[in-house]
């Protein structure tokens, strides 16, 4: 049988195996006795929901989204961490160490401890929970017109997933706290497009159980509520970026503009792929115009990840950053939203809550600014390795026993391509490419091959060691 768990995995990047007695003794008393890091006010009235992959257990947001008069009323509730823990404490230094949780199929690697993650710090439903309340209200188009960001004793009403609440919309019998995304996430991504920000509909592998012990590969759907759904948390975390921008002091998620050459250079490979680039259209709006589900639109898509390199983390105190806005959002951006899973959020959100109060922002705060952005920026290269890896493994086990087998695939990218003159010409060399089924993202030689085009390959080696897979054209 295919082998059954990523041990090996965990061995191979050091992933920690448990927490430091020190940080889970104090993460029991917290438990038991949380801080009172500022007045709480009573929103358990509010009819607030999760939506979250099924099973999940830490859950960092909950919400509620009201249709009013001229606009929209967003409540926005995220998992209060900086009550469980103690600034410089055994457990700050443990998640300083982190950085973010680590998923892995077979379990994730914590950024929190689970009585804290899964448990005491979680919105899950019918509990209690201590949270900070964002409240946004919009006007008409979606465009925030009044932030109010507070601590907050919540409780959840409901737990849902993505897929019971989008055949909820389809049927009409979609749950009351949310029935407005349907207005508010469309007018929210058609603002995205105005203010130029990129989206990719590349599919994305995701292993899961087989039922049988062994794993599987599928595509991870993305359906409307998970994108309405990440609208509220991009509008809460532009929000946050524009009051730390404010104050001049906070830590922002940074992406600088592309260069122009580069945006002449996915032109080119629209022209080549048959694409229509009408003149002054800008990148977002020939994107957002592709059917996600033709094969010259995904290797589009493919190559415009080209234009999304050099993601950072901005720290800044006293002066405004040089670059304080993330070209594939179109604007300012800090991460607030998901503080159980992410070191950051609670640092940024804790000067909002600072600033928005009119207070001083916290010492320990503004202390930790300026070690935060390589904290997370090697936290994530480690968390995107790890998953890489864990997919590579799952195709080598999946794929082990079809060697010699032919399959259908579509041309991603080929090395090289749009980089002279004579772009509808076949190049040498590697080229991406995207088996229909099972989804397996591989390389295989280039010869005769174009971005965009449909192919039959033929699977000639499968390496355990070196977690690889090879095809060549059939």
């Known amino acids: 049988m295919p082998g059954t768990d990523f041990s090996a995995i965990r061995e191979e990047f050091d992933l920690p195996t448990d927490f430091p007695a020190a940080a889970l003794s104090e993460a029991d008393e917290a438990r038991r006795s949380p801080q009172q890091p500022g007045g709480l006010t009573d929103a ?43 600034p410089e404490g055994a457990l700050d230094r443990e998640a300083g160490n982190r950085g973010q949780t680590v998923y892995l199929p077979d379990g994730a690697v914590p950024l929190h ?69 349907a207005e508010l996430g469309p007018l929210r991504r058609e603002l995205a497009v105005q203010r130029g920000a990129i989206e990719l509909q590349l599919p994305e592998q995701e ?77 977002a709006k020939v994107l957002a115009g592709l059917d996600p589900d033709r094969p ?6 493919s190559d415009t990840t080209r234009l999304l390199r050099g993601a950072g983390y901005t720290a800044f105190d006293g002066e405004p950053p040089e670059v304080g806005s993330h070209a594939g959002i179109g604007g300012p951006y800090a991460h607030v939203t998901a503080p159980i899973r ?83 010409e076949a190049r040498t060399g590697k080229a991406e490419i995207l088996i229909d089924d099972p989804p397996v993202l591989a390389k295989c030689p280039a010869t005769g091959m174009t971005e965009g085009q449909r192919v039959t390959v033929r699977l000639i080696s499968v390496d355990a060691d070196r977690r690889t897979v090879s095809f060549e054209r059939a």
Request: aromatic share 6%; charged share 25%.
């Open 113 to 181: 401890p689970p009585t804290l993650s899964e448990s005491a710090a979680s919105l899950l439903p019918g509990q209690h929970r201590r949270a900070v309340l964002w409240t946004i209200d919009t006007d008409s188009h979606g465009e925030p017109v009044g932030v109010d960001v507070r601590r907050a004793l919540v409780r959840s009403t409901a737990q849902f997933d993505y897929a019971s609440v989008e055949r909820s919309f389809a049927t009409g019998t979609a749950p009351e706290p949310v029935q407005a995304l």
């Open 44 to 86: 358990t009235d509010l009819p607030l929901v999760t939506i979250d992959p099924p099973g999940a257990r830490d859950l960092d947001q909950a919400l509620a989204v009201e249709r009013r008069r001229g606009g929209f009323r967003v409540y926005y509730a995220i998992a209060d961490l900086a009550a469980f823990v103690r």
């Open 342 to 424: 992410r070191l950051v959020d609670r640092y940024a959100t804790e000067v909002c809550l600072a600033v928005t109060a009119g207070r001083d922002v916290p010492e320990w705060v503004r202390a930790a600014l300026t070690r935060l952005p390589g904290v997370m920026s090697a936290s994530d290269t480690l968390s995107g390795r790890v998953e890489r890896a864990c997919i590579d493994l799952a195709e080598v086990w999946l794929l082990a026993p079809r060697v010699g087998e032919t399959f259908e695939a579509v041309v991603l990218r080929v090395d090289g391509n749009h980089d002279g003159d004579n772009d509808d």
């Open 296 to 301: 010259e639109s995904l290797a589009l898509f």
């Open 207 to 283: 292993v899961v159980p087989d039922g049988d012990g062994s794993w599987a590969i599928t595509l991870r759907p993305r359906g409307d509520v998970d994108a309405w759904n990440a609208e509220i948390s991009l509008m809460t975390g532009m929000c946050a970026a524009q009051i730390m921008l404010e104050a001049r002091v906070g830590i922002l998620r940074t992406l600088p503009d592309a260069e122009p050459q580069a945006i002449r250079w996915l032109q080119r490979s629209a022209k080549a792929l048959g694409i229509g680039w009408p003149d002054g259209a800008d990148t």
